[in-house]
Nanobody
Framework: VQLVESGGGLVQPGDSLRLSCVAS????????MRWYRQAPGKERELVAG????????NYADSVKGRFTISRVNAKNTVYLQMNSLKSEDTADYYC???????WGQGTQVTVSS
């Protein structure tokens, strides 16, 4: 089982980024997927989740209206579109497949002017 995130980087406040997570080693289309983040000195927090076929999505209050989670099961990929980024969005972002207890290595997002 493997999850590989990409798409992080250094951006300015108000910019956008799209994170990707490619899964392998399990039946991706059968499982809920989640994005978490962990800022320096803080606990890991759930950012967004999406059901197996994408019909149900949920978001942390702090990102509602700015972030969008999506998936393409044919590509074994889950995305996190992040718009109107703020400095408080700075964190390492992790992809998670809770049913198979899988985590990616993380991708760093830094929002700074």
């Amino acid at each position: 089982v493997q999850l590989v995130e990409s798409g992080g980087g250094l951006v300015q406040p108000g910019d956008s980024l799209r994170l990707s997570c490619v899964a392998s080693g399990f039946t991706f289309s059968s499982y809920t997927m989640r994005w978490y983040r962990q800022a320096p000195g803080k606990e890991r927090e759930l950012v967004a989740g999406i059901s197996s076929v994408g019909g149900i999505k949920n978001y942390a209050d702090s990102v509602k209206g700015r972030f969008t989670i999506s998936r393409v099961n044919a590509k074994n990929t889950v995305y996190l579109q992040m718009n109107s980024l703020k400095s408080e969005d700075t964190a390492d972002y992790y992809c998670n497949a809770p049913a198979v207890a899988a985590w990616g290595q993380g991708t760093q997002v830094t929002v700074s002017s």
